[in-house]
């Protein structure tokens, strides 16, 4: 019988990797835990609400699950049904807004890794990080850029309308290899 909170393998994050790592754990009938900081496929969700993927629905599709888009190249909300529809039809286990705080190296023969997160403790043989890095804003070491109203994240110009905002110009972007944001 598995003990509470040893697994095989840990999968920190759940983006496309982490979800198709997962499905991959699940097929080899090892025992396995996602482990999220956000919402499922986080850093999707976090993408511009009105952003078409570059690629056709075909390439982005994991585990052999059918993703089918009404145009060539599907849209996010398209993207976050269909990652909605791989963790429900595989029955996923993934642990939601949960962060990864540490991951601890053991010598202990029945485990290799202690992961720590803002909730609980867990036991591994293997770890998975798969974190990405569109969630990890670069920062420009100013004063101001961990205010509530600085974001990390274009999601509509709209809210931006009349506003005073300040958009990296392109020698910043060059220095800073920040994202240039294009306000309509
Ligand atoms: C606007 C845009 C358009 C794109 N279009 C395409 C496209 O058309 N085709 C294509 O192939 N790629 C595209 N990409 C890139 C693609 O989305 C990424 O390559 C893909 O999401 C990477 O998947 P991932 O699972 O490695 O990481 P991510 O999707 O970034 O997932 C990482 C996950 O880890 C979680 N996480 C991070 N730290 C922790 C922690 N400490 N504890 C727990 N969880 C944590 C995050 O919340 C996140 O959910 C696009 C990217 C952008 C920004």
Not at 66 to 79: D, G, L
Not at 80 to 107: D, G, P, Q
Request: charged content about 20%; hydrophobic content about 35%; proline content about 5%.
């Amino acid at each position: 019988m598995k003990e509470a909170n040893v697994y095989d393998v840990i999968i920190i994050g759940s983006g496309p990797i982490g979800i198709a790592c997962a499905l991959e754990c699940k097929n080899n009938k090892l025992s396995y835990l996602v482990i999220e900081k956000g919402c499922l496929v986080n850093s999707i969700y976090n993408y511009p609400q009105n952003m078409t993927f570059f690629s056709t629905s075909e390439k982005l599709e994991i585990g052999n699950i059918p993703f089918v888009s009404i145009n060539i190249k599907p849209t996010r909300n398209e993207a976050l049904e269909y990652y909605r529809r791989v963790a429900k039809v595989a029955n996923l286990s993934v642990n939601l807004f949960e962060e990864v705080l540490t991951v601890i190296e053991h010598k202990n023969k029945s485990f290799r890794y202690l992961v720590e997160t803002n909730k609980f403790e867990y036991y591994t043989q293997n770890i998975i990080i798969c974190t990405g890095f569109h969630d990890f804003p670069y920062l420009l070491n100013v004063p101001g850029e961990n205010l509530p109203k600085v974001t990390h994240y274009y999601k509509d110009p709209h809210f931006y309308a009349f506003q005073k905002v300040f958009p990296p110009n392109k020698r910043n972007y060059k220095n800073s290899k920040m994202q240039i944001i294009r306000f309509v």
